[in-house]
């Protein structure tokens, strides 16, 4: 097969400037294979006291330049509409367009439910969730215009329910769902936007796991940040055939999570003693089908004109 390659094209990487990080793993592979990359990370973080080391977006976009790429660094933060706009500006003031945005920039805490502190939590939304709907805001209008753009958005396995990780999952699921109305949206403009669930040994795991760990261990052994990104660079590549998935990508595995939707049954007279009684046809997965994006046509649906307050 001819190399994939991105020579011409311009991606921005939030969350790129740690070592280990999957951030850095995708944008020294986007550039080793020609693209433009505007290197984001802030750099450290005081509240996420156990990670170790520091990121630096200048030393990654450094080390791209040494390997004769192009890369330019940016320590804007996601967390806010003023720092997504300033991000996707440092790739139209250095490049010229934007025409690949991969959300990786994220923070994670673990802690029971019950113990998350209000600010905590509101952080998890703030960076993981709302660093990619401002960035994506800030670069749709460029891809619009241009009819062409990727989005690849990071989020989870576990999205789908895990102990301990209540903010975490919830922030991972809501940037599941974007994603999925990003790819509804962009269908007619040339935007495809997909998500990607990976598995790495990095500065966020090491921040969350005590040393002597098990799973800590396996992943420093067994899953080099590395491993993700071949899966991520095909979503953003111009070949990507598909919009609105979820691709997983740890350790040399490569697997696609979707959903879907049961047959259950249909009966206009059903009472709460129906639901009782046909439960397993309502739960059986024996005919069950993945839910395309989209799910209705809404061209007859006469939407009310939409009257933002800033």
């Known amino acids: 097969m001819t190399e994939l390659r991105f020579d011409g094209r311009t991606a921005v990487i939030t969350g790129a400037g740690g070592n280990p990080s999957l951030g850095r793993a ?29 990121a630096s977006a200048e030393a990654v976009a450094a080390e791209i330049r040494a390997a004769g790429g192009k890369a330019v660094a940016d320590a804007n933060s996601v967390a806010t509409p003023e720092g997504g706009e300033a991000i996707i500006r440092t790739a139209l003031d250095a490049f010229g367009g934007i025409d690949i945005l991969i959300n990786n920039a994220a923070v994670s805490i673990g802690a029971p439910f019950a113990a998350m502190t209000p600010h905590d939590f509101q952080r998890h939304i703030d960076v993981n969730l709302m660093g990619a709907v401002w960035t994506c805001r800030a670069a749709w209008p460029h891809m619009e215009k241009a009819g062409y753009g990727r989005i690849v958005n990071t989020t989870s ?69 590395e491993l993700s990104s071949p899966a991520v660079a095909f979503l953003a590549h111009e070949r990507c055939p598909v919009s609105g998935e979820c691709i997983d ?4 595995e490569v697997w696609r999570t979707f959903i879907a939707r049961t047959q259950g049954f249909a009966d206009r007279d059903h009472t709460i003693e129906t639901i009782a009684e046909r439960w397993d046809a309502i739960m059986s997965e024996a005919d069950a089908a993945p839910i395309g994006i989209g799910g209705f046509d809404t061209s007859t649906w006469k939407i009310r004109p939409y009257e933002g307050v800033d």
Not at 42 to 51: A, L
Not at 173 to 202: D, Q
Not at 249 to 252: D, I, Q
């Open 26 to 54: 995708h944008a020294l592979l986007l550039a080793a294979r020609g693209a433009n990359v505007v290197v984001n990370d802030i750099g450290s973080d005081p509240e996420m006291k156990h990670y170790p080391g520091q």
């Open 157 to 225: 396995a576990s999205m789908t329910g895990f102990a301990n990780q209540s903010a975490y999952v919830t922030s991972k699921g809501g940037l599941w769902s974007l994603t999925r109305a990003l790819a509804a949206e962009g269908a007619g403009c040339g935007i495809k936007a997909n998500a990607i669930s990976p598995g790495a040994f990095t500065r966020l795991v090491s921040s969350m796991l005590e040393d002597d760990s098990p799973l800590l261990q396996h992943s420093k052994a067994n899953m080099p940040a």
């Open 249 to 252: 990508s740890a350790g040399g």
